[in-house]
């Protein structure tokens, strides 16, 4: 095995499993018998200013770990710092050898998104380049759940669990009334609907769940919202909606787009919001009925508070996972889960190449979603049920959640 | 004890412990030997419709009361009808009591805020004053905290504890990044902040919390909110705010009033939404630096998954203590909370007149709010925690919170 220390970052949006991933790594790592374990704090624009803990300081027992894996958010702090070429900017990558090289880390760990997966990529091909052998590993983390190459990622269950859970209970608040009203719940997902799939899961066991869900896989059509509608209506009087904030008219404009700035973040993604107070204002003008549209906004990425037991167990598995396949001399990868069946629900860790898992994304399948593209299929359902299963008895102090908070 | 059966309603606006209560009042009931126990559908606007169900068919045994207690919003509907003046509209109380006779009802039981307490007052008034014999009690529900005579009321403390979670995940959520930002939740509460001070409770025991806190109690004003900010930025990149639906500035204006409609509800309240947002563009157009509105919106009041143990607890026993105090005798009166002490928290429960409650609001006294009027006191944290201790191991089925579902 390779001879030197490791360094872990996080990197990307929050969620409620990116420290157990956190947690399964720095497991891995002590099995394997890395002794020094740093973490870079604000990802990898704090490791470029050596601002570094230590992991095995911090997490002392068993006890440590439990708490920093139902604490949501990235522990370490978080960065979106887009890596530039090498050729472009070689000052960046140089200054990462000589930081690696001044603390001997041979093991570099970034659990985190596509774009993460963007650096992973970039970093150890450089690295190899640069003659400097280490172990370069992303490990998959996103709500988004649209990773190429790993079956579902972590975080992405306890975020479906979370939406299922939220909007059924808004479904039963919105019930009590017997006047005519449209709630438009809106949820995360730029250009994958697999979060907003999961709105449907009360459905997969005969509950009461949204009328109409819509994913920015479909093209989004108001004539079609207004006749949906209108057909929900002869069912009952309170409509609840599913929305994804990514979905696009088929000019390729976003719903919510007329609402916003329009800003562009570093990776030029646009930020979305408004999709649901776009439709609120379109279907009070259509009906003039109560309208009410809710944002489930952050909490739905950071509620810690009803983790997945699966998702969190998984999250932790692939961790050490990649943990320990690194120390086996992998490098240049990123930990994939393969699905191995449904029912019973058996998933197994793989790991696949970088450069077929960076920058791309994995949109919900056509066939997930029904011919008139404003539901998910039961096939959908069954793929996404069993990422929610199971509940945590969280640690609770004072009646909140305790959370593992390391000072940056 | 009167003999005669006893109808259960529900109203005004959904929380997560009105069902708890309900389950109580049956148990109330059964405890009582009270043979029929109706539930009406959609309050009082259901009841002149004689739709009711029997609620001792539906609850049979302990675990159907445990699944009633967890299900959040009301489980018989619920409805905003404003009662008329007796004198004003002789019709719909006569045919009250006409229903009344026909189901040989007695007890009438209505679980709500201080607008349904003027119904209880109305009904109990109109019947005394027509000879019909009966036991008119009200049942405190709201998760604002905010009726007069009672220590607390159930719903507020499970309302409490989501806020307070939820407000400590955002936290974590938003410290991830390093740059400059304000992050502002909104928090329900027209006229009292009860709610709004709840997202504090991280502070009692020394955790991170917002960093600015305003009251409806309180004038909001900008300049001294810009001030306030700047200095909060002294100490970090990430500001958080939580601010009440319902802040005012001096003028009487709502803060949230120039971005909505001002539509009122028929007891005149205004609609209030939009003030987390208007305070958005506010510091955005001032400061320049990223800003996110946070609206925690329906999910703060039907958030079941996350009930406070002792407010469910507490609410099945208010509602058991009214049936029990009908059945003894008293009418035209609501159940109150009386707290014994703070630490131990003990609390008991006494009945008071139901004019001293219908249509008053108890506010957070200036003395729980600091001088500043930014915050605020040890004091008002000591007042809510013990109302969100404890947690409760909910049922739940295919991954999701198992509910109690009556067909309406």
Redesign the interface.
Known sequence: MLKGNAVIG?SGG?TAAINATLSGVVLGCKEAGIEKIYGAL?GI?GLLEERMCDLRALLKDSKDHKVLEQ????AL????KKMPVPDKDPETYSKLLEIFKKYNIRYFFYIGGNDSMDTVLKLSTYMNGAGYEMRVMGVPKTIDCDLAETDHTPGYGSAA?YI???V???M???????VKAV?IVEIMGRDAGWLTAAAS??A??G??APDLVYLPEVYFNFENFYEDLAKAFEKHPNVVVAVSEGVRTEDGRYVGEGTQSGVADVFGHKYLSGTGKALELAVKEKFGCKV?S??L???Q??????Q?RTDIEESVEIGKAAALHAAAGETGKMACFVRESNSPYKCTIKTADIAKIANEVRSVPRSYINERGNNVTKECLEYI?PL????L?NV??????K?F?IER
Do not use: M
């Not at 702090?77 to 979106?80: A, P, V, W």
């Not at 990425?301 to 009803?306: S, T």
């Open positions: 996080q929050p604000n624009e604490t949501p958010a990235a702090g978080s960065c979106r669990k299922a859970t939220t059924q209970e808004i039963r608040d919105t019930a009590v009334y017997t709630t899961l009360p997969l066991h509950n009461a009410r809710i944002e906004n952050l909490p990425r950071c509620a810690g508070h009803l997945s049920s929610i299963q199971g509940e008895t609770f102090e004072n009646g909140l959640p959370h908070v």
